[in-house]
């Protein structure tokens, strides 16, 4: 079991993943809805992982991503796409990103990759 | 779905009431009955159609073989009408015979008005009656318009994620559109793309719903997000289809808004899409500038 910080600016993107992840037995320890929110909750809940969107209003999830990293060399952040985004995808790749979700979401492919990273 | 456009039509001529229609989609007929399939497809007559009827109650022996007996039908014909019995242009017409509202003349030249009045060719009339989504499209959006399988994938993830069962109308153009509600999607890149779907809240609470998995009684805030995030994932999968063609698009937060006008020094491509009875129109400008005001 994970304890997963969720940060999407969709509520209902947020609803759909933290229902996958808690009827697959993981532990959905917070939400965020912006890539500023999602900093401020890391560094309070440190999760074992972090599910990051990249598209978001105030600060985007790949500025995220390299604000945690800063904090945490070795947080594990699952970036989220919508398919299709694969330039913002070789940015987060840089920035140390340890996997890709893609939207449409699919819950044997979240679980995988959330086994394969924790 | 072709159930959808000729009980409309049959709604609009009174040759239907309106709890007829609805009792026939709330119905779902399992399957056709080969002589009805056979009149539908041309292969039999009404008048022959009949007299296997009329022959099958006397004999226990079924339809196809006793059509195949009697010389009106090949035995692989017979096959093939077998394989069309779950089509649902064909479920709905059995319905209307089921429940006494039209025979099989009547329906055919019923279905024969509808083709003249909607200015439907042979294969467009085909389009409708196969139920297949890629061969409706193209009936109703001109393939020729900038982005059209944008547009058409759009309406593809509304069958996917949204509701099978939707009813499209002719696209129009206007440079200037009012609308109650909207949740829209500005896609930037190699062109610029804004995709939108307005309507009243009833219409959009149709997509809302389904969507987030979550009956909502009205168009919050929560409900639009769903909205917003059916673009988000619908663009998504079209950036992703089109980045093959070296065309690299970047998707902006989705967002919402109520009462106002879109305008656009271009065309604002508008394509009406009928979900449980309630309109929804898919907006789309390709490469001009937006203002909504």
Redesign the interface.
Known sequence: MAKILIVD?????R??LKNILIENGHEVIGEAINGKDAVSKFKELQPDITTMDI???VMDGLEALREIREIDKDAKVIMV????????MVDALKYGAAEFL???FEAEQIIEIINRVH | MFGLYFGEYLLEKNKISHSQLEAIMKEHTSRAKLGVIAVAEKLLTPKQAEELNELQKKKDSRFGDIAIEKGYLLAEEVNYLLTLQGNPYLKFIQSLIDMNIMNLNEIEECIEEFKKDYGLTDLELNALKSGDIDQIIPVFIDSNIPFADCIALVIRNIIRFINNNIMLKKYYTVKKYTFPSVAYQQLVGSHDLFVGLAGEDEALINIASPFAKEEFKVMNEEAFDSVCEFLNVSNGLYASKIITDDIHIDMTPPQFDKNKTIKSDGDIYVIPIIINGKQTDLLVVVDKKVEIC
């Open positions: 600016d969709s509520i209902t993107s609803k759909i598209t978001m209003p796409t919508a398919a299709g985004q694969k330039s913002k893609t939207k449409p």
